[in-house]
């Protein structure tokens, strides 16, 4: 099964990591902004069975803000650009041949599949079928950036979260590549999360002392 590699950035100043990928020579992945809206759902059985095994199954909607943008010009509710993933990611196998990285504590490793999925809300009627439920959603505002003129950053993924529990940057690809971008940003290892959204997002509840819900943006008045 391919394997992720990922760690996450706390962004006190949002203008800071923009300053620092146009040094890089970081461009948006896909066109216009590359901003893109995405709304995720967590399944799981209402024991938690698959968080208790630490695996995660997720379907994910997104849609480019700059198609959103022209659709809601033309007042059509259609062709928005969107596209739905299912992703399923658990622990990484223990296997004498598993990649060095693995075993690094400074990076997250799972392992992760993907699909594309034309018809989510069939799939939720499966998975609800099965005793499963989406139990916690979440929203935020992803762009994603390549270096495509640095060899040392062939497979490096920069996505800069806007979330409501503030901003992130996430780096995803080889190891070093990882580190070395996060260098280039201004941070160092002793920076790197390793915990997922819904973590983040109970630990800023409990800090805020907020009853946990679902993570989304409050409403625009």
């Excluded at 990484?92 to 699909?115: F, G, M, N, T, Y």
Aim: aromatic letters at 8%; hydrophobic letters at 35%.
């Amino acid at each position: 099964m391919p394997r992720e590699v990922e760690v996450k950035l706390k962004v006190s100043d949002a203008r800071a990591p923009l300053r620092a990928l146009k040094k890089l020579g970081a461009r948006p992945d896909g066109h216009g902004s590359g901003r893109v809206h995405e709304m995720n759902v967590i399944f799981d059985t209402p024991q938690g069975g698959l968080a208790k095994h630490g695996q995660l199954l997720r379907i994910r909607t997104e849609t480019p803000e700059t198609a959103a943008k022209k659709a809601k010009r033309r007042g059509a509710r259609r062709d928005l650009g969107q596209r739905s993933v299912l992703t399923f990611k658990k622990p990484p196998a223990d296997s004498p041949d598993a990649p060095a990285e693995r075993s690094s504590a400074r990076h997250k490793v799972r392992e992760e599949l993907e699909i594309a999925v034309t018809e989510p809300g069939r799939l939720t009627q499966i998975f609800e079928g099965l005793g499963m439920k989406g139990w916690f959603r979440y929203e935020k505002y992803r762009t994603t950036y390549r270096v495509p003129r640095a060899a040392w950053a062939k497979g490096l993924l920069i996505e800069l979260d806007e979330t409501p529990i503030g901003t992130f940057v996430e780096l995803e690809g080889p190891p070093e590549a990882i580190d070395r971008a996060a260098q280039a940003l201004g941070y160092s290892a002793r920076d790197y999360i390793l915990k997922n959204y819904l973590v983040l997002y109970l630990e800023a509840c409990r800090q805020s002392g907020r009853e946990p819900s679902d993570m989304f943006f409050e409403p625009v008045k």
